[in-house]
């Protein structure tokens, strides 16, 4: 499946941003749904899982309360809802996709087994 995302973007210190990612090429609906972060200097960072019917997600820590994931899978989308945005959460933000398990990303603990990934869209949190 080829991910692309957007809507990345530069905003203040408790601001809001939407990220999409638009899936093409596969059967949208065969794949768990996620989102990483790199920071400059940083290993990447899982952000969120969402398994293939919307029903279930999960959320790194540092995220929690303050971004939400969603998809539609009529659009072949994922987003990635993100409020109350820090400093600290300045990275680059990528999309991926898992074919492992339709419930859940199983590789949000093991990144480099994710199926496919999109290009990555810069987000900066000025204080």
């Known amino acids: 499946v080829q991910l692309q995302a957007s809507g990345g973007g530069l905003v203040q210190t408790g601001g809001s941003l939407r990220l999409s990612c638009a899936a093409s090429?596969?059967?949208?609906?065969?794949?768990?749904m996620g989102w990483f972060r790199q920071a400059p200097g940083k290993e990447r960072e899982f952000v969120t899982g969402?398994?293939?019917?919307?029903?279930?997600?999960s959320y790194g820590d540092s995220v929690k309360g303050r971004f939400t994931i969603s998809r539609d899978n009529a659009k072949n989308t994922v987003y990635l809802q993100m409020s109350s945005l820090k400093p600290e959460d300045t990275a680059v933000y990528y999309c991926?996709?898992?074919?492992?398990?339709?419930?859940?990303?199983?590789?949000?603990?093991?990144?480099?087994?994710?199926?496919?990934w999109g290009q990555g869209t810069q987000v900066t949190v000025s204080s």
């Open positions: 991926a996709a898992d074919h492992r398990s339709l419930l859940r990303l199983v590789c949000s603990t093991q990144a480099e087994m994710c199926d496919s």
């Open positions: 969402i398994s293939s019917s919307g029903g279930s997600a």
């Open positions: 090429g596969r059967t949208f609906t065969d794949y768990a």
